[in-house]
């Protein structure tokens, strides 16, 4: 007990009397039981008054009726909370990229996930342009050098060979 | 997942060391981290305490419920950030985890105050009623010493308040109370022994 009161000043050492005091006094509460701790007594009118707020203070208890309506509220989000974890384990969640335009705090390095989205759809434009290009001059190839089969057909190609360039 | 609140306590007497328990709410946490429907085991437990701590520093009925709700709904879903942090120092009956619900509750109190913007003189007038909802039993001179104590605990500035209401309300420890108010140990027993002081002032004066 001497050994914990060396370096402290006096506020201190009677500080820790009362603390000592109150733990005993405090068990002695919750026990059910009047008995006085024994040991350091802090001085008499700290004494009393922790007597006296152990005994009088009012411990307070929310309504049954408050009780049960948050147990029923806290029931609730944690069956929320339950089967949104379910549906996570069904599958890895792929963070996707904002949508939005760009904002201030955007890497200035080209490291934006949004350009590499961007250069799959130009490319993959470029080659159905071409791929539909292709397709049309075969078309337009076919259809000139296949026989025209109505007499119809067969005029108007007549007129186009003949007319002058 | 909470970090492993396990401790080595090397043991001269023994062969190697062994492993003790050091937050006594720990069993339960873990449920709850394992199982959100489980936290009703922790709230059941600490209703009481969280509502009395609310009423006393908020002196409302309706606040109180409100703050109450807050907490418990605020550590339901952030009991997966909960990391446990209990030392030996802290003894066998430390619960972090209510250090860290108390925690929230006091952020909640400070945030309803804000919101309602309510004046200490308006909380030291309402403070003169002891509440409806003490049921007290016994005779009128008890509920006159418990009116009194509410009192005189009621004008006491901030920390000393709450530092009071800790101890002999919730009745906790010196280091859970240190960690709630974030003040060292050393700190919340001269509060509490100013506190006492105080209280001990105003009880013995015949104006009040």
Redesign the interface.
């Known amino acids: 007990m001497t050994d914990t009161f060396v370096g402290r000043d006096a506020n201190e050492i009677e500080a820790l009397v009362t603390d000592r005091y109150l733990e005993t006094l405090l068990a002695a509460h919750a026990r059910g039981t009047d008995r006085s701790p024994t040991g350091a007594i802090p001085a008499g009118a700290i004494r009393s008054t922790a007597e006296r707020l152990a005994r009088d203070l009012p411990r307070l208890h929310p309504s049954f009726r408050f009780e049960e309506a948050l147990a029923a509220r806290i029931a609730d989000v944690a069956w929320r909370m339950r089967t949104s974890a379910a549906a996570g384990s069904d599958g890895p969640v792929v963070p996707l990229p904002a949508l939005a335009g760009p904002d201030e705090s955007e890497p200035a390095d080209g490291s934006d996930p949004r350009t590499v989205f961007g250069r799959p759809l130009i490319i993959g434009g470029a080659l159905t342009s071409a791929a539909l290009s292709l397709v049309g001059a075969a078309y337009v190839a076919w259809r000139l050098n296949r026989p025209a089969v109505g007499p119809m057909a067969r005029a108007v190609r007549t007129v186009a060979r003949t007319r002058p360039v | 997942m909470a970090r492993p609140a396990f401790w080595k306590v090397d043991r001269p007497e023994e062969e190697g060391s062994r492993l003790i328990h050091l937050d006594r709410d720990r069993a339960l946490v873990e449920a709850a981290q394992a199982?959100?429907?489980r936290?009703?085991a922790l709230?059941?437990k600490y209703?009481?305490q969280v509502?009395?701590y609310a009423?006393y520093e908020l002196r409302d009925h309706h606040d109180?419920?409100d703050v109450?709700?807050r907490t418990?709904?605020a550590a339901?879903?952030n009991l997966g950030r909960f990391e446990e942090r209990a030392r030996p120092v802290d003894g066998d009956g430390a619960s972090t985890f209510k250090v860290w619900l108390f925690q929230i509750a006091r952020n909640a109190i400070a945030e309803r105050r804000r919101r309602t913007q309510r004046h200490r003189e308006t909380v030291l007038e309402a403070a003169t009623n002891?509440?409806a909802?003490?049921d007290?039993e016994g005779d009128a001179a008890?509920n006159d010493?418990?009116a009194?104590?509410?009192r005189a605990?009621s004008r006491l500035p901030g920390d000393r308040r709450r530092a009071?209401?800790l101890?002999?309300?919730d009745?906790m420890?010196?280091a859970e109370i240190a960690g709630i108010l974030g003040r060292s140990e050393?700190a919340v027993?001269?509060l509490?022994?100013r506190a006492?002081?105080s209280?001990?002032r105003d009880?013995?004066d015949p104006t009040r």
Do not use: Q, S
């Open positions: 199982d959100p429907a936290f009703e709230y059941r209703l009481a509502f009395n009423f109180a419920e109450t709700e418990f709904l339901l879903t002891v509440p909802t003490v007290l008890r010493d418990a009194a104590a509410w605990v009071i209401v101890r002999f309300v009745e420890t010196t050393g027993r001269v509490i022994h006492l002081r209280v001990a009880l013995d």
